[in-house]
C-alpha cells in the first residue's frame, strides 16, 4: 500500500509563543526557525503574528531573510487578519510571501466579536485575498473555532466554504484551510466525523487539522484527522501552546510513521535537539516521562527489564532510542538489581566479581532507599568507596549515632561503637555535627582504650563529577597518625554520614595495624 504523505506546519514560533511567560528574543527566534527548516525539516513553519510588535516584526525580517538564503522562503507563514490589507503589507515588508489568514469558522464568533453577517465577513475575506494576490502572497486560511462552527452551526461553515473553496483547488486564491479546535472541545469521534464531512463536500480541498489540548486529546484528534483526509497537520516543538497547548512534534511524527505508515519528511534523529534548544530558550520544563523527548522514557529503572534486554530486547519496542540521537540507560537505584549494575559497568568497561558486583549493588540499593538517583556518572566513586578502602575485617564498628543541632547551641553527638567485640559510648559537644562526633570518638579512645586518637589533617568535601548533588556527596579526610599519613573517603548522600564512613575506614586501617604490630612485637 502506497505511503500516505502528511505536512508538518509547525506553529512554535506563533501559536507556541502563546504559552503563559513564553517570550522569544529575536534571535532565538531565528535560531529556533533555522534547526527546524534545516535540521528537522519540517515542512513549514509559521513564525509571527502579523501587526504585534517592532520586534516581532525584526524577527520575521530575520527569519525571512535566512529562508531566502536556503531558498526557502515558501516555507514561511505569518498569521495575518483581515484587516483591510494592513496585515498584508505588513507580511509583506518583511519579506514573507505567505499568510495564514485568520476567518471566523463559527457563525457565534462572526455574528458576536465581529458584529457582522455571514456574508459581510465573506466580502471581507474576499477583498483580503485579492490584495494579497496583487502583492504576491500566498494565502492558508484558518476558519477559526471550526469545532464549534461544525457543532453549532455547520450550515455557517458550509455557507463560508461554498463561497471560499470554489471547487476545483486554488481557483479561490486559497492554497490551503486549516480546520482548529481552537477551544480543544473535540474528541477523536467527532474529529472523524466533522473531517470526513468537510472532505466528501471538498473533495478536491487540501485540508490542515490545527489541535490543542485542552482534554489531552491533541494527538488522538490529530490521528483522527489523518485517518478522515486531513493533508497536513500543524503542530509545536513539546506541545507548546495556549492554556494546555498543541500536538506535540515529536509524539505526532513518531505515531504518523509507526503506526499510520505515513511518511513526512521529519528528520527524527533531530527531534530531541530541537526539543532542548526550545526548553532552554522557553524556561519551560520538558516532563521527563513525556513520550521521545523526557529525560527517562529510554531509561529502565527494573533490574527484570534489564535481564529481558540481555535476552533478546525483551523490554523495547519501536521507539529505539537510536532513532531520536538518543541511548538506552539503565537507571541505578534500589529496584536495579545486578543485571542494571550489569549494564552500567559494562558500559564504563569495569569487570567486577560476582561478589563485588553485589557489594555495589547493596550500596546503591541503600542509596535508593534513602530516595537518592543514583547516575552512570556516579558509579566508578561508588565502586571505588566500596572496595578500595575496605579492611580485611572491619574490627571499629559504629552501632549507633545521633548528631543534633539547636538554634543558640553548639551541635551535639551521642554515638555508640564496637571497639574489638567491645561496646563503648560516650558524648560530646562541638563547633559543627562531625566535630561533637570525633570528640566524642577521641573521648572513648583516651578514656577507655588510653590511645592517641589520629589528627584531622585536612577535609574536604565534593560532588562527584558528572553526578547530581542530591545523591553522593564525596568526603576525603587526610589524617596524621603518629607521623604517618593516611587518607580516606566516604561517599554517601550525606555530607556528615559520609564523613563518618571516611572516619571508621581511617580507624580500622589503624586498628588492624596496631594490632599486627603488637602481634608481631
Known amino acids: 500500500m502506497e505511503q500516505k504523505f502528511i505536512e508538518i506546519m509547525d506553529s512554535t514560533l506563533r501559536d ?41 516584526k525584526d524577527a520575521v525580517k530575520m527569519i525571512c531573510r535566512y529562508a531566502r538564503q536556503i531558498n526557502c522562503q515558501d516555507r514561511v507563514e505569518v498569521l495575518g487578519f483581515v484587516d483591510g490589507g494592513r496585515s498584508v503589507d505588513w507580511i509583506a515588508d518583511c519579506g514573507c510571501r505567505t499568510i495564514n489568514l485568520l476567518a471566523k469558522g463559527s457563525l457565534k464568533h462572526c455574528t458576536s466579536q465581529l458584529g457582522k453577517t455571514p456574508e459581510e465577513h465573506i466580502a471581507d475575506i474576499k477583498d483580503t485575498i485579492a490584495y494579497a494576490a496583487e502583492r504576491g502572497i500566498t494565502v492558508n486560511l484558518y476558519l477559526e473555532d471550526w469545532s464549534s462552527g461544525m457543532k453549532d452551526s455547520p ?91 498543541n500536538a506535540p512534534l515529536s509524539s505526532v511524527q513518531v505515531i504518523l510513521k509507526d503506526h499510520f505508515n505515513a511518511r513526512t519528511n521529519i528528520r527524527e534523529e533531530m527531534l530531541n535537539d530541537v526539543s532542548r534548544m526550545v526548553e532552554s530558550y522557553s524556561g519551560i520544563a520538558i516532563a521527563p516521562n513525556q513520550p521521545i523527548i523526557g529525560d527517562n522514557v529510554f531509561t529502565q529503572v527494573a533490574g527484570v527489564h534489564a535481564d529481558g534486554d540481555n535476552k533478546n530486547r525483551l523490554y523495547q519496542n519501536d521507539l529505539v532510542p537510536e532513532r531520536f540521537g538518543r541511548k538506552r540507560e539503565y537507571a541505578l537505584g534500589k529496584t536495579s538489581g545486578r543485571a542494571n549494575i550489569a549494564k552500567n559497568l559494562e558500559e564504563l568497561g569495569l569487570e567486577l566479581t560476582p561478589e563485588q558486583t553485589r557489594r555495589v549493588t547493596q550500596r546503591i540499593t541503600e542509596l535508593g532507599d534513602k530516595k537518592e538517583i543514583v547516575t552512570q556518572e556516579d558509579l ?88 547530581r548533588t542530591d545523591a553522593l556527596v564525596q568526603t576525603t579526610i587526610t589524617w596524621n597518625d603518629e607521623g604517618r599519613q593516611l587518607r580516606t573517603r566516604g561517599l554517601d548522600a550525606d555530607q556528615t554520614e559520609a564523613a563518618i564512613k571516611a572516619t571508621f575506614k581511617m580507624l580500622n586501617i589503624v586498628e588492624n595495624d596496631f594490632l599486627h604490630n603488637t602481634a608481631m612485637a
Not at 215 to 238: E, I, K, P, Q
Open 16 to 56: 507556541g509563543e502563546q504559552t503563559n511567560s513564553v517570550s522569544f528574543l529575536p534571535h532565538e527566534k531565528l535560531m529556533i526557525a533555522r534547526m527546524l527548516l534545516r535540521d528537522v525539516n519540517v515542512d513549514r513553519i509559521e513564525v509571527a503574528s502579523a501587526r504585534v510588535s517592532e520586534g516581532e
Open 380 to 467: 566508578p566513586y561508588i565502586v571505588s568507596d566500596v572496595l578500595k578502602h575496605d579492611a580485611p575485617e572491619d574490627r571499629v564498628k559504629l552501632v549507633s549515632y545521633v548528631v543534633s543541632t539547636a538554634y543558640g547551641l553548639k551541635p551535639g553527638a551521642n554515638i555508640k561503637v564496637e571497639i574489638n567485640g567491645r561496646q563503648y559510648d560516650a558524648s560530646a559537644v562541638g563547633d559543627g555535627q562531625y566535630d561533637a562526633f570525633v570528640k566524642a570518638l577521641r573521648y572513648i579512645y583516651k578514656k577507655h582504650l588510653n590511645r592517641t586518637f589520629p589528627i584531622l589533617a585536612n577535609y574536604q568535601v565534593s560532588i562527584p563529577p558528572g553526578g
Open 155 to 245: 450550515e455557517y461553515v458550509y455557507q463560508l466554504m461554498d463561497a471560499l473553496a470554489g471547487g476545483a483547488e486554488g481557483q479561490s486564491g486559497i492554497r490551503r484551510f486549516m480546520l482548529p479546535d481552537t477551544l480543544g472541545i473535540m474528541n477523536p469521534l467527532q474529529c472523524v466525523e466533522y473531517f470526513r464531512k468537510m472532505v466528501k463536500r471538498y473533495p478536491t480541498t487540501h485540508f490542515d487539522f490545527h489541535a490543542h489540548n485542552d482534554y489531552d486529546l491533541a494527538v488522538s484528534n490529530s490521528m483522527a484527522a489523518v485517518f478522515s483526509g486531513a493533508r497536513g497537520l500543524h503542530v509545536t516543538v513539546n506541545g507548546l501552546g495556549e492554556r494546555c497547548g
